[in-house]
């Protein structure tokens, strides 16, 4: 199966519209989530909620469940190796003045249809086209949280 990663989904709601975050990596400047190798004693969302604040500067609510995952490739040296990346759904609250990888990347809020022409994964584009029809479903239903 290859190498797992952690990645977080950062989203908020803006006037009841849903907006999702996106970040550009730092090699090939393409836009992307924040996500991050296991960490040692860590559980996975987590791990997807320090990698959201040392990559963006985020903090929020982290879902315990993934909401899906994709397959992504990474290069180390010469080496490239196929990760899996699990990918939790994290409510921002806010984003802090400074953070350990502040100017290394952008950032942007999008609706998530336009991050899904953003990025790159297809399998990314369908996992955030899911999760805007289940926020969808469950913003608007008469019980929705």
Known sequence: MGKKQFAALPFRLDKSELRVMLITT???RR???PKGSPM???EPHLTAALEAYEEAGLVGVVAKRALGSF???KRKGDRKRTMNVA???MKVHGRERWWPEKGEREAIWVSP???ARLVHKAQL???IARFAAQTARETSSPLGR
């Open 26 to 28: 730092r090699r090939k």
């Open 31 to 33: 836009w992307s989530v």
């Open 40 to 42: 040692r004693n860590k």
């Open 71 to 73: 397959k992504h490739r």
């Open 87 to 89: 990918v939790f759904p």
């Open 113 to 115: 249809k336009t991050a």
């Open 125 to 127: 584009r369908r996992l």
